[in-house]
């Protein structure tokens, strides 16, 4: 692909995630996209149908990449060590910080990270627990443990990107996720 046109792609991606910061998704503007980008509306049309559509760009992206961290979790040896890719998945939070941020708080019929991360999240645990055949000490479903994973990990990030990480918040990640991934066997 063009330099130029992965250029004015970034620069127009890089506007919209600056305005995210200060504006909801709502009252952002495909002109105020254009202003900030320095590009005019029709640049903006030759690559993106709406603000919807660079909003799923965005999103697609940001999901691509934090889909190798993902898996590079379930795929741990020992599996019970959350602290191992932990690091890596908060530095990732981290230097895109300000727009996960901004995506979590965009619930919409065509975009919903927050969800689309915790889908994520639920179908690669559950992929693992099956593999693994795992059966639960507690006698609950791993469809509900899947659901819990999820839950608990988005709301860990979430809480680290806000307030900052330490030591102490991932030996009690690690905590949950031994409790939570107890065996029966």
């Keep these: 692909m063009d330099l130029r046109v992965l250029k004015t792609q970034k620069n127009i991606k890089t506007a919209l995630c600056n305005l995210l910061v200060h504006k909801a998704f709502k009252d952002i503007t495909v002109q105020n996209i254009c202003d900030k ?39 741990l040896n020992p ?48 992929s693992y627990l099956k593999r693994e055949n795992f059966i639960s000490k507690f006698n609950v479903s791993n469809d509900y443990i899947c659901a819990h994973y999820a839950s608990y990990v988005l709301t860990s990030f979430e809480l680290w990107l806000k307030l900052g990480e330490n030591d102490a918040d991932f030996r009690l990640a690690n905590k949950f996720q031994a409790i939570l991934f107890e065996s029966s066997t």
């Design 79 to 126: 599996p019970d060590s959350f602290i191992s890719i932990g690091a890596y998945i908060i530095k990732y939070f981290s230097e895109n910080k300000n727009i996960i941020q901004a995506l979590f708080s965009i619930h919409n019929e065509s975009i919903d990270i927050y969800n689309d991360f915790k889908a994520i999240l639920i179908q690669e645990c559950s």
């Design 37 to 75: 980008a320095l590009v005019s509306r029709s640049t903006f049309y030759d690559h993106y149908y709406d603000k919807y559509d660079l909003l799923s760009k965005i999103a697609e992206e940001i999901i691509s990449e934090f889909k190798p961290y993902l898996k590079h979790r379930f795929n």
